[in-house]
């Protein structure tokens, strides 16, 4: 059990680029949850998948935002033609197990700045 | 209003107090309920969960969850310079909602 695992770390790209993320979910976990977290705010709720089921869309998400999990394992999230306020940090989180009791454990995140 | 509020803060004890952090939720059906700790420039770690009415206790951390006033709670005993962080609620299930957080300052 390696953690969930995210990639890149960081990400620098100028506005009107697309962008992809990419989080690896603790193996056995079959719920996968991304997040967008800004300065001061708790980290907000974009989408869920269960297995590779997208279950939730935040209704916040814009078209611009896809989120992919094939054959329910790691999951891609992508931003197309980003905008200043897409700067933020985006968190991945998964939960599974017969004792999770919906417990979420995070990566550590990529933060995203759009110049 | 937010889905789930906490007091905004910050707060700030001497080492060795008690500090004790609060939350309010909206959805009368939410049955999971969370303490997260967040270091700055870090992602947010799981510190609590709660899913019954009354006290849980670990360590130095209780929980304390009300579901007939949707409140829930967080003590810290023996406050530590360590435990200098923001605090989130979060209540996770079927929807996942978070706190915007409480940053704690334990003093030297």
């Known amino acids: 059990d390696t953690g969930v695992s995210q990639d890149p770390r960081h990400k620098i790209t100028k506005r009107g680029q697309n962008v992809t993320f990419r989080c690896d979910p603790i193996?056995?976990?079959?719920?996968l949850y991304w997040y967008r977290q800004t300065l001061g705010q708790g980290p907000e709720f974009l989408t869920y998948?269960?297995?590779?089921?997208?279950?939730?869309k935040s209704r916040l998400l814009s078209d611009r935002f896809s989120a992919e999990r094939p054959k329910g394992s790691f999951s891609t999230l992508e931003i197309q033609r980003t905008e200043q306020g897409d700067s933020a940090m985006y968190l991945c989180?998964?939960?599974?197990?017969?004792?999770?009791?919906?417990?979420?454990?995070f990566g550590a995140g990529t933060r995203l700045s759009v110049l | 209003q937010k889905e789930v509020e906490q007091n905004s803060g910050p707060l700030s004890v001497p080492e060795g107090a008690i500090a004790s952090l609060n939350c309010t939720y909206s959805?009368?059906?939410?049955?999971?309920f969370f303490w997260y700790r967040q270091y700055s420039g870090k992602s947010p770690e799981l510190i609590m969960s709660?899913?019954?009415?009354g006290d849980k206790e670990d360590g130095r951390f209780t929980a304390q969850l009300n579901k007939a006033s949707q409140y829930v709670s967080l003590l810290i005993r023996d406050s530590q310079p360590s435990d200098s962080a923001t605090y989130l609620c979060?209540?996770?299930?079927?929807?996942?909602?978070f706190g915007d957080g409480t940053t704690l300052t334990v003093k030297p």
């Open positions: 959805d009368r059906g939410s049955q999971s």
């Open positions: 979060a209540v996770l299930g079927s929807k996942s909602t």
């Open positions: 998948f269960q297995n590779e089921a997208q279950l939730e």
């Open positions: 709660i899913y019954s009415n």
């Open positions: 193996s056995e976990h079959n719920r």
């Open positions: 989180a998964s939960s599974g197990g017969v004792a999770a009791k919906n417990i979420q454990y």
